[in-house]
């Protein structure tokens, strides 16, 4: 199975390999580049999602894989949050008959001085992260949830979270009436554990 990441970013890639891996066992994993067709920095549920989707449709175009699969992060308005800002990453999944899935993982926030710079400048979170921690690299690294969670979370191990939340329908075609894209079904996320 060939599978086109609308990024290529390691992390994203990386995060995708290591989901689709688990579910479906040999995979071919590709990074291509593609626009988003949001901002650098999306601010917003729907710019976050329209990112996301993008960027799979895009890859799945580029590459005719099996497969198109887009990540975007970006920040939304939350309450009670002390920003009032949570970032989360959201992922589709693209099929050749169309199908699109979506899914995202756990929202967290940046300190406030990050969220000034986005809101108040257009920096992208990944560079004022990078800018606030000496790190012009951080987000093709251990990103900003590597540096917030003190080395508990990496930027993959987030990204995948979110890939697999996107896959929830696909791993369950007889609930959402959603066609599998491989001559077998996929296997139990849990073999080989």
Same mark, same amino acid.
């Given at each position: 199975?060939?599978?086109?990441?609308?990024?290529?970013?390691?992390?994203?890639?990386?995060?995708?390999?290591?989901?689709?891996?688990?579910? !479906?066992? #040999? /995979?071919? &994993?590709?990074? %291509?580049?593609?626009?988003? @067709? =949001?901002?650098?920095?999306?601010? $917003?549920?729907?710019?976050?999602?329209?990112?996301?989707?993008?960027?799979?449709?895009?890859?799945?175009?580029?590459?005719?894989?099996?497969?198109?699969?887009?990540?975007?992060?970006?920040?939304?308005?939350?309450?009670?949050?002390?920003?009032? !800002?949570? #970032? /989360?990453? &959201?992922?589709? %999944?693209?099929?050749?008959? @169309? =199908?699109?899935?979506?899914?995202? $993982?756990?929202?967290?926030?940046?300190?406030?001085?990050?969220?000034?710079?986005?809101?108040?400048?257009?920096?992208?979170?990944?560079?004022?992260?990078?800018?606030?921690?000496?790190?012009?690299?951080?987000?093709?690294?251990?990103?900003?949830?590597?540096?917030?969670?003190?080395?508990?979370?990496?930027?993959?191990?987030?990204?995948?979270?979110?890939?697999?939340?996107?896959?929830?329908?696909?791993?369950?075609?007889?609930?959402?009436?959603?066609?599998?894209?491989?001559?077998?079904?996929?296997?139990?996320?849990?073999?080989?554990?």
């Amino acid at each position: 199975m060939r599978i086109a990441v609308g990024s290529t970013n390691p992390t994203k890639v990386r995060a995708v390999e290591n989901v689709m891996k688990r579910i !479906y066992g #040999d /995979v071919e &994993v590709l990074g %291509v580049g593609v626009e988003s @067709g =949001v901002p650098d920095q999306p601010v $917003g549920i729907e710019e976050i999602v329209r990112g996301a989707v993008n960027r799979a449709k895009r890859a799945l175009e580029k590459t005719g894989a099996d497969l198109g699969v887009g990540i975007e992060a970006g920040i939304y308005p939350f309450p009670e949050t002390l920003t009032g !800002y949570l #970032d /989360v990453q &959201v992922c589709a %999944v693209a099929s050749p008959d @169309g =199908v699109v899935t979506v899914g995202h $993982g756990p929202g967290f926030e940046y300190p406030p001085v990050v969220i000034r710079k986005i809101l108040g400048e257009g920096v992208e979170a990944g560079i004022a992260m990078g800018e606030l921690v000496n790190d012009p690299e951080l987000k093709k690294k251990r990103g900003a949830i590597g540096v917030l969670s003190k080395g508990l979370l990496t930027r993959t191990e987030l990204n995948e979270i979110a890939v697999l939340m996107a896959m929830i329908p696909r791993l369950n075609p007889e609930l959402f009436g959603v066609s599998v894209p491989s001559p077998t079904a996929p296997r139990s996320p849990l073999a080989g554990v």
